[in-house]
């Protein structure tokens, strides 16, 4: 079992910029993808970023490409998301998310690829 819990959100104003972090604990995490994804009031769950084990790959969502990097201390089992350039439309409940082994090559995105979930964290962007 993998026990995921996520800090580091919080309310800022657009343009502005969080950093959230992902702690994991209950194993290691080698060879394990990582993921963030977000759930906004209303709307289904979306994906946000993901990164394999050795980072070797990373994937990103169009929405937020280049606004958002996603990095891992494997070292210390846990999993960053930098969000710069904030927008009003990042608002959502932000969740990290594992599962082992690579994403597929395609449908990447698809939310229910994870196994394991960490209990959110909110972002609001005020305009």
């Known amino acids: 079992q993998v026990q995921l819990v996520e800090s580091g959100g919080g309310l800022v104003q657009a343009g502005g910029s969080l950093r959230l972090s992902c702690a994991a604990s209950?194993?290691?995490?080698?060879?394990?993808?990582m993921g963030w994804l977000r759930q906004a009031p209303g709307k289904e769950r979306e994906f946000v970023a993901a990164?394999?084990?050795?980072?070797?790959?990373?994937y990103y969502a169009d929405s937020v490409k280049a606004r958002f990097t996603i990095s891992r201390d494997n070292a210390k089992n846990t999993v960053f998301l930098q969000m710069n350039s904030l927008k009003p439309e990042d608002t959502a409940v932000y969740y990290c998310?594992?599962?082992?082994?690579?994403?597929?090559?395609?449908?990447?995105?698809?939310?229910?690829?994870?196994?394991?979930w960490g209990q959110g964290t909110q972002v609001t962007v005020s305009s």
């Open positions: 990164m394999s084990w050795s980072g070797e790959y990373t």
């Open positions: 209950g194993r290691t995490l080698a060879g394990y993808t």
């Open positions: 998310a594992a599962r082992f082994g690579r994403l597929p090559s395609s449908g990447w995105a698809t939310t229910s690829l994870y196994a394991y």
